[in-house]
């Protein structure tokens, strides 16, 4: 038994890796399962809301209840985040979205000269930011995967990106598998969940945001 407690409620999540062409056959992404994302989705689903996920390139099912659209690249995710967010009452972040793209994409495949090779980068934009920055934002949640100093590298970011909260967890806790241990950030400080698999993790996530949402005190 799930509680419908985002009933009536539109969420839309990112989730998975970006993929950032350099030419027809490479490219550079970050290393992100979605295992966490997809199980949120689901999550959100089985607590009433619409739910829209915004994925980068992974192989996962789609949850039930969910509408997936599929991204690449940083830029294509932010163009279906903002195609999505119309009426949307909840935006959770949980990509792990490239910081970086070539600043020009080859139009044929590179070929090898045995000389140094460069390739220029330029910035990503940072999409939940923006939409955080907006003027109609919705409940924002974003995540933070550290390596380490946890405390102060998430609430630093919560901080940064103005969101009213944010989960965080240790790369070495968590990344590629079934488990996690994480720590909730919010106005009110920190809130350790015991470690867990991540599709019980996602209800305790989803709980929590749906009491501060309903503008209530988690408890
Ligand atoms: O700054 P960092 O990448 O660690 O922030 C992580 C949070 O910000 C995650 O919620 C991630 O999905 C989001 N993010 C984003 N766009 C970016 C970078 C991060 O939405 N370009």
Redesign the pocket.
């Known amino acids: 038994f799930v509680p419908r407690v985002l009933a009536g409620r539109k969420v839309v999540l990112?989730a998975g890796p970006t993929f950032e062409a350099i030419d027809p056959v490479r490219g550079i992404t970050n290393i992100s399962s979605g295992k966490m994302g997809y199980a949120l989705a689901r999550a959100c689903a089985q607590a009433g809301a619409e739910v829209v996920l915004v994925s980068g390139p992974v192989s996962l099912p789609v949850p039930a209840g969910v509408r997936r659209v599929t991204a690449g690249s940083?830029l294509g995710m932010?163009e279906q985040v903002f195609a999505a967010l119309p009426g949307a009452d909840v935006f959770?972040?949980?990509?792990?979205?490239?910081?970086y793209r070539p600043l020009e994409v080859a139009e044929h495949k590179i070929k090898k000269s045995g000389e140094t090779l460069e390739i220029a980068l330029t910035p990503?934009?940072?999409?939940?930011?923006?939409?955080a920055a907006r003027q109609d934002a919705p409940f924002c949640?974003?995540?933070?995967?550290?390596s380490r100093d946890l405390d102060a590298y998430a609430e630093g970011?919560r901080r940064r990106?103005g969101l009213p909260m944010?989960v965080g967890n240790l790369v070495s806790d968590g990344m590629g598998g079934d488990e996690n241990t994480v720590v909730l950030y919010d106005d009110a400080g920190r809130h350790p969940l015991p470690r867990a698999p991540k599709a019980e993790l996602a209800h305790g996530i989803v709980s929590h945001l749906a009491r501060l949402l309903d503008g209530c005190r988690p408890q």
């Open positions: 990112t940083a932010r959770i972040g949980v990509a792990a979205v490239a910081d990503n934009p940072d999409i939940l930011a923006e939409v949640v974003g995540f933070a995967a550290e970011k990106k944010l």
